[in-house]
């Protein structure tokens, strides 16, 4: 089966899916989330630029946002060693199976509400 699967217990395979599925979409969900990736799709971006980038987004939930992304392995997180520290974000190498995926989903959407 794969993927250590084993921590579902005895779910069925229809069970197991819809979890990989909801699993999925924890990782990209959130307010912010969605626009913080495709900031960091364009180009590496320091924290506090981002916080330009994106008005109406407190320093709180973005710091706790791309922490988040930053655990599941969307984001990484690049500091230097100079005062103040400089911060970078940048998309892992699964960003581009992530940015296809939310391409998709953006296309279905605009299909579905039109």
């Not at 909801?22 to 989330?33: P, Q």
């Not at 590496?44 to 973005?62: A, D, M």
Request: hydrophobic content about 40%; some cysteine; charged content about 30%.
């Amino acid at each position: 089966m794969g993927y250590g699967l084993k921590k579902y217990g005895d779910c069925s395979e229809e069970v197991i899916r819809a979890c990989l599925v909801e699993m999925a979409l924890h990782m990209i969900g959130g307010k912010w989330k969605r626009i913080i990736i495709d900031i960091l799709s364009e180009k590496s971006v320091r924290l506090n630029e981002r916080k330009r980038l994106i008005p109406g987004i407190t320093q709180r939930l973005l710091t706790l946002q791309l922490k988040e992304l930053e655990v599941d392995g969307i984001v990484k997180r690049v500091a230097d060693d100079t005062v103040p520290p400089k911060v970078e974000y940048f998309l892992t190498e699964q960003r581009n199976k992530l940015l296809s995926i939310i391409d998709s989903i953006r296309s279905w959407g605009k299909e579905f509400l039109t």
